[in-house]
C-alpha cells in the first residue's frame, strides 16, 4: 500500500517489474569482486571445463574476464560488444540488444568458450551473445556463461554466476565516474553457493 498522494514510478522500457527495489545501489568494493570472481574460477576447474578462449562482453564483462583469463590460464581472450542501455545512468532504459562487432571473432566449430559479463539483468544479452557464437558454429555444448551478479528477476541463469542481486550495483571499476554517496555495502548474504 503507498503512501496518500505518493506517485507510483513509470515502468522503464526493458525492465520486468520488481527487477529493482529501488533501495540504494549496491557498491560492491574490490576484494568483494575478487572473492566473486574466484569462484567463478574455482566452479569453471570443479567442472573441468577447459576453456580455449574467454571471450568479454564489453564493457562491464572486460575486467573478470581478465581475472579469469589470468586465473584459468586461458590463452586467448576476446572481445564482444553488446549495446543495451540506453546510457549509462541508473536505472537506464533498455533497448533491444545489438552486438557491435568491428571483424568477425576468431572462434568457430570445436572451440570451447567462456562467456563473461559484469550482470545478467534480463538474460538479453547473454541470448544475443549465445546466438552470435551458434552462428559463428561454437557448439552450444562447448560454452559457458559466466556473471559476476544477476538480478534476481531474470530470465537467465548463467551457469556460473556467485551473486543474486534486487537492486542496480555499482562495480569497483565505476566509482569515478559515478558517486557513490547514496550506495549500501554489498552484503555477503547476496552469494549464492554453487551457481
Keep these: 500500500m503507498s503512501e496518500p498522494g505518493a506517485t507510483t514510478r513509470p515502468a522503464v522500457a526493458g525492465e520486468r517489474p520488481g527487477m529493482w527495489s529501488r533501495q540504494g545501489p549496491y557498491l560492491l568494493d574490490w576484494a568483494s569482486f575478487g572473492e566473486l570472481v574466484a569462484d567463478i574460477a574455482a566452479w569453471v576447474r570443479e567442472d573441468d571445463f577447459r576453456p580455449d578462449a ?17 586465473a584459468l590460464d586461458v ?7 553488446v549495446r543495451r542501455t540506453a546510457d549509462d545512468t541508473r536505472y537506464a532504459a533498455k533497448q533491444a ?44 555444448a562447448d560454452v ?34 559515478e558517486s557513490t554517496a547514496d550506495c549500501r555495502p554489498f552484503p555477503a548474504t547476496l552469494r549464492t553457493g554453487r551457481r
Aim: hydrophobic share 45%; glycine share 12%.
Design 54 to 70: 574467454v571471450l568479454a562482453v564489453a564493457r562491464g564483462g572486460l575486467t573478470p574476464a581478465g581475472f579469469l583469463t589470468c
Design 75 to 81: 590463452p586467448v581472450q576476446h572481445t564482444i560488444r
Design 97 to 140: 540488444p545489438v552486438v557491435d562487432v568491428g571483424a568477425p571473432l576468431a572462434l568457430g566449430p570445436g572451440n570451447r568458450v567462456l562467456v563473461v559479463d559484469d550482470i545478467v539483468g534480463t538474460g538479453g544479452t547473454a541470448d544475443v551473445v549465445l546466438a552470435h557464437l551458434a552462428g559463428a558454429g561454437v557448439a552450444r
Design 144 to 177: 559457458r556463461f559466466a556473471s559476476v551478479v544477476r538480478n534476481h528477476r531474470s530470465g537467465y541463469v548463467p551457469d556460473y554466476c556467485p551473486a543474486v542481486i534486487d537492486d542496480w550495483i555499482v562495480f569497483p571499476w565505476e566509482t569515478d565516474r
